[in-house]
C-alpha cells in the first residue's frame, strides 16, 4: 500500500531535549516536505526537499533541521525544542512538485 | 503563488451536491488551482487540480470560470464522511516558490443527516 508514514504519532517531550520525528514513504518520490499546522494558522511549511541531499527552507524553517540522506527518508530534527514548536506536524511526498502529495498521519508534539 | 478566499463554513445535507466556492483573482496565467481536504486532523488528502478546464474524478468535479478568477469544487453526492476543512490552492508548478503549498484557512464542510 502506498503511504506516508510518520513516528511517533504522538510525543511529549521537555524543552531543549533534542528529538528527531521520522517520516518514510514507499512510493519512489522525488519530492517531500514538512508543515506545522497550529489552530488559526493553517497547515505553513517547514522545509523541503527535491531530491537526495536537496533541500530548501519553507516558511518557518527557525529551530528546524532536516536531512535527506536515503530518497524515502525525510527526518525532520528539532535539536533545541521550544515550548512555541509545540503543534501538529505533517510529512508530505510527491512524484514531482505539482502533482498530488500523500502526507502523513500527522504528529502531534508536546513541548513543556 | 496567488492568494485564495474561501467561506469560513458551509452546510449541506447528506445526499446533495456540495458546491464549495473560492476566489483567486489574482492567479496567473501558468498557476494550477488544486484542492485538499483534512478530516479531523489527519493528514490532508488530495481531491483534485486543474488549470483552465473543467475536471472530473471519482471524487469531485472542478469548474473554473473562463477568467480563472474563481472555481467551484463540486462533491455531487454529500455524504456524512465528506464532512472536513477543504483548502482550495493556487500553485505555480516552475519559478522561485516551486515546491511550496499554501494552505489558507479553508472552508469547513459539514454535512448533516
Known amino acids: 500500500e502506498a503511504q506516508v508514514t510518520q513516528n511517533p504519532r504522538y510525543l511529549i517531550t521537555v524543552t531543549g531535549k533534542k528529538l528527531t520525528v521520522t517520516c518514510s514513504q514507499n512510493?519512489?518520490?522525488?519530492?517531500m516536505s514538512w508543515y506545522r499546522q497550529d489552530p488559526g494558522l493553517g497547515l505553513r511549511q517547514i522545509y523541503y526537499?527535491?531530491?537526495?541531499?536537496?533541500?530548501d527552507k519553507g516558511d518557518v524553517p527557525e529551530g528546524y533541521k532536516v536531512s535527506r540522506k536515503e530518497k524515502r527518508n525525510f527526518p525532520l530534527i528539532l535539536e533545541s525544542p521550544s515550548p512555541n514548536q509545540t503543534s501538529l506536524y505533517f510529512c508530505?511526498?510527491?512524484?514531482?512538485?505539482?502533482?498530488?502529495?500523500?502526507f502523513g498521519q500527522g504528529t502531534r508534539l508536546t513541548v513543556v | 503563488d496567488a492568494k485564495t478566499t474561501q467561506p469560513t463554513s458551509m452546510d449541506c445535507a447528506e445526499g446533495r451536491a456540495a458546491n464549495l466556492p473560492c476566489n483567486h483573482s489574482?492567479?496567473?496565467?501558468?498557476?494550477?488551482v488544486y484542492w485538499y481536504r483534512q478530516i479531523h486532523s489527519q493528514g490532508p488528502q488530495y481531491i483534485i487540480h486543474g488549470l483552465k478546464n473543467n475536471e472530473t474524478n471519482e471524487m469531485a468535479s472542478l469548474i473554473i470560470t473562463e477568467d480563472r478568477k474563481s472555481s467551484t469544487l463540486i462533491l455531487p453526492h454529500a455524504t456524512l464522511r465528506d464532512t472536513a476543512v477543504y483548502y482550495c490552492?493556487?500553485?505555480?508548478?516552475?519559478?522561485?516558490?516551486?515546491?511550496?503549498?499554501?494552505f489558507g484557512r479553508g472552508t469547513q464542510l459539514t454535512v448533516w443527516p
Open positions: 490552492i493556487v500553485r505555480l508548478l516552475r519559478g522561485s516558490t516551486l515546491g511550496r503549498l499554501y
Open positions: 508530505a511526498s510527491s512524484s514531482r512538485v505539482g502533482t498530488e502529495a500523500f
Open positions: 489574482t492567479i496567473s496565467g501558468n498557476e494550477y
Open positions: 512510493m519512489n518520490h522525488e519530492y
Open positions: 526537499s527535491m531530491n537526495v541531499e536537496v533541500t
